[in-house]
Nanobody, 120 residues
Framework: QVHLQESGGGLVQAGGSLRLSCTAS????????MNWYRQAPGKQRELVGS???????NFADSVRGRFTISSDFANYAGYLQMDSVKPDDTAVYYCLVYGFDTDTRYRGFWGQGTQVTVSS
């Protein structure tokens, strides 16, 4: 079984920074890509950004230029650096990892989420 653990969330003032981490453990063998999503109260879950094993990143328009994503897939980890945060960034942040498990199945694995709250 693959387990994803997000960490780094918390309360931050507008204009500040946070760094979220996502680490996979268990029966994960390799990671090909990592996506970061967020869900604010009363809203649908939205894609924040993604990174592939080649290092290619993509971001939603709402966070481009403020957020960056990096990876350490050899150690089954990835990071979401959030700079110049705004109150609208308040949400639960989730990572979604695509990779192979020990049964050679290529699947997506979700983390449990970490709360980010930005105060004005």
């Amino acid at each position: 079984q693959v387990h994803l653990q997000e960490s780094g969330g918390g309360l931050v003032q507008a204009g500040g920074s946070l760094r979220l981490s996502c680490t996979a453990s268990g029966s994960i063998v390799s990671i090909n890509a990592m996506n970061w999503y967020r869900q604010a109260p009363g809203k649908q879950r939205e894609l924040v950004g993604s990174i592939t094993s080649t290092g290619t990143t993509n971001f939603a328009d709402s966070v481009r230029g403020r957020f960056t994503i990096s990876s350490d897939f050899a150690n089954y980890a990835g990071y979401l650096q959030m700079d110049s945060v705004k109150p609208d960034d308040t949400a639960v942040y989730y990572c979604l990892v695509y990779g192979f498990d020990t049964d050679t199945r290529y699947r997506g694995f979700w983390g449990q989420g970490t709360q980010v709250t930005v105060s004005s």
